[in-house]
């Protein structure tokens, strides 16, 4: 079992800049490989990034591609989501996963991860 609490969600303005944590507790963290997905109004839950147990494989959505970075910090138990040069479409509640997985083979289907966070809203006004 592990949990996730994401922090660090807010209001921003177009061209701004979010930093946002998930920490996790519970079993080791680095066991596991971690997801950030987004879920907008009226639209399903959609993948955003994803970052290997260690830290040295990452992949991400075309959309966020230059803009977001993933990374992660185990000795801290937590992975963070910087969010840069943001746009009114990234607006969504930001959700943070894990799954026990040793190779990054389908980290964008969120039905490979079993254990998720609470959610952090995330606000882009234009």
């Known amino acids: 079992q592990v949990q996730l609490v994401e922090s660090g969600g807010g209001l921003v303005q177009a061209g701004g800049s979010l930093r946002l944590s998930c920490a996790a507790s519970g079993r080791t963290f680095s066991v596991y490989a971690m997801g950030w997905f987004r879920q907008a109004p009226g639209k399903e839950r959609e993948f955003v990034a994803a970052i290997s147990r260690s830290g040295s494989s990452t992949k991400y959505v075309d959309s966020v591609k230059g803009r977001f970075t993933i990374s992660r910090d185990n000795a801290k138990n937590t992975v963070y989501l910087q969010m840069n040069s943001l746009k009114p479409e990234d607006t969504a509640v930001y959700y943070c996963?894990?799954?026990?997985?040793?190779?990054?083979?389908?980290?964008?289907?969120?039905?490979?991860?079993?254990?998720w966070g609470q959610g952090t809203q995330v606000t882009v006004s234009s």
């Open positions: 996963a894990a799954r026990n997985a040793a190779t990054m083979i389908r980290e964008e289907d969120q039905n490979t991860y079993a254990y």
